[in-house]
Structure formats: C-alpha cells, structure tokens
C-alpha cells in the first residue's frame, strides 16, 4: 500500500487482507462483509464450504454498498467489533 493511500484512509494496514461481499451497510461508516471459505476434510475425503462474517470501517471516500465485492486489510483496533477496512470495490453490484 503507498503513502498516499496510507495518508488518505487514516490508519496503516498491515496483517491479514481478503476479497468478501458486503452483506450489510447499514451502520454508519460500518459494513459487515461475508467471505466463504472451502476447506479439505481428510476424513470425508471432500471439501467443505464455511462463512466467515466480519465488520469493517467504511470511509466516506470508498462508501461501499451491499451486493459490492470489496477487498478489505486488517488494522489497528477501530471499535469494540471493527479491527478492519475496506480498500477499495473490486465489483459494484446491485442488492443482494
């Protein structure tokens, strides 16, 4: 991530960085995003899916919507519930 874009968020990412789906944007400056997971079971020999739901800090540059693909980074502790932050919208789509 540059400095400028350091500069622009507010807060210095660093640590873990996904791609989910923003499946709620109804708090104030706070989105809920889902990320599906797919794991290996050994013992079933299959694959099995898992849904894992985070919130992170939505500033007012980025102003994510629900149904919007987003990539998020990990931060210092924001609120009781909110230790990430969107990056920016990789897809806008519509409602869920």
Partial sequence: ????KKAE???SVRGAAFVGLVSSAKMPKTVTVERT?????PKYERYKKTK?????HNPETINA?????VR??????????????VLEIIKEGGAK
């Fill in 52 to 56: 894992s739901k985070v919130k992170a």
């Fill in 1 to 4: 991530m540059s400095k400028k």
């Fill in 72 to 85: 998020i980074g990990e931060t210092r502790k924001i609120s009781k519930t909110k230790s990430f932050i």
């Fill in 9 to 11: 968020l507010g807060y």
């Fill in 37 to 41: 997971l797919t794991r290996y079971i």
């Fill in 65 to 69: 919507k629900e149904g919007d693909i």
